[in-house]
């Protein structure tokens, strides 16, 4: 698709109430974007929504065809339609795939082996360690992981690739509207280091309608999906469905039955999710892919992550995901009281250790 084609296809996208339904019978009607932008408005009133047309119209009074993709340029962005060599193979086998998708970073990605990890935005402990940890481990082995840029799972689950390799985050708004907006420093790094993707023109907020429209990517782009927590009701489950409908895989790590964020993970594994307890069941389900060597940590929070101190790597070896208590800790190491205090403080300044109410330490990463 040249660029005049693709500054019109995105101009007519940006009409109100234009989705790939629309711009497919725009398509096929016309067979050429440029030629539907300057249409008369009795043809464009048998495809598009009457305030699409009156909003085309007011456009042409007023604006060149190419104001839509200069924006998108100048934010560093481009747009990749089913049309292009390059969109997404594994997308174009899902229902309704997007007619076109925006994009910031490196679009190989989507070519590689992608697994998506979600869950939870209200994660515990337990879940958001367990996304980082499954998340490092599988970049490491060179798998791209893919997620929904959201708090809580998806937002450890992006942080834990970044560490050993690289990502996919798939937002619900446009491209230039970050949402939650705490994830603004993560989505500038997954900017550099990975791929962030939309199909939602710039400046679309973050509706709740668009999130199912967004589960769907992040299935759609993946071999399978791993649920680390999520409720009886969760957007997770709804992905997981997708998944199943697109011929994806669907796993799940188990959790607490104590736990309300465990219910869902746990019912997915009773309806024949494969359980995932550690990265070995993951590579187990795919013998085909030719997994790479490990690679280790880069960096945590900016800190290298190290056992280099003896100490540290001792009270780590000790330390449990669900938690451990400091009287506890202070048993079984060979430390005394100021020792261990001074040593916990320093691991929860590197980002690796976090202490929870009544004096618990969890490990973080």
Request: proline share 4%; glycine share 8%; net charge negative.
């Amino acid at each position: 698709m040249d660029r005049a084609e693709k500054a019109a296809l995105c101009e007519i996208h940006a009409l109100t109430g234009v989705g790939s339904g629309t711009l497919w019978k725009g398509f096929n009607e016309w067979g050429s974007f440029t030629e539907m932008y300057k249409a008369n408005e009795t043809d464009l009133r048998k495809v598009l929504p009457p305030e699409a047309v009156n909003d085309l119209l007011q456009r042409r009074r007023t604006q060149s065809s190419w104001d839509c993709l200069e924006k998108l340029e100048a934010h560093g962005f481009q747009a990749v339609s089913i049309l292009d060599d390059d969109y997404p193979v594994l997308l174009k086998s899902i229902p309704n795939p997007p007619f076109v998708i925006y994009c910031a970073g490196n679009l190989e990605l989507w070519t590689g082996f992608c697994l998506a990890i979600i869950g939870s935005r209200n994660a515990t402990h337990y879940g958001r360690t367990t996304a980082r940890k499954l998340s490092e481990e599988l970049a490491g082995h060179g798998v791209v992981v893919v997620s929904g840029l959201a708090r809580g799972i998806d937002a450890e689950a992006h942080t834990g690739a970044l560490n050993t390799g690289t990502t996919i985050a798939v937002l619900g708004s446009g491209l230039n509207v970050v949402y939650p907006r705490e994830n603004q420093a993560l989505y500038e790094r997954i900017r550099m280091q990975g791929l962030v993707i939309s199909e939602f023109p710039l400046d679309s907020p973050p509706d709740s309608k668009h999130f199912p429209m967004r589960n769907r990517l992040i299935s759609g782009l993946s071999r399978g999906v791993l649920v680390v927590e999520a409720r009886e009701r969760s957007g997770a489950l709804i992905t997981a469905d997708l998944a199943l409908e697109q011929g994806r895989d669907v796993m799940a790590v188990p959790g607490p039955i104590t736990s309300k964020n465990s219910v869902g993970t746990n019912r997915l594994i009773q309806q024949g999710a494969k359980l995932i307890m550690d990265i070995q069941d993951i590579i187990d389900e795919y013998p085909d892919y030719d997994w790479q060597s490990a690679a280790q940590p880069m960096m945590v929070e900016g800190v290298l992550f190290a056992g280099e101190d003896s100490e540290e790597a001792e009270i780590l070896e000790l330390i449990e995901v669900d938690g451990i208590h400091f009287d506890e800790l202070l048993q079984r190491t060979s430390l005394d009281h100021g020792t261990l205090s001074s040593l916990l403080l320093k691991l929860e300044l590197k980002g690796i250790v976090a202490s929870t109410p009544g004096n618990y330490y969890v490990k973080i990463r």
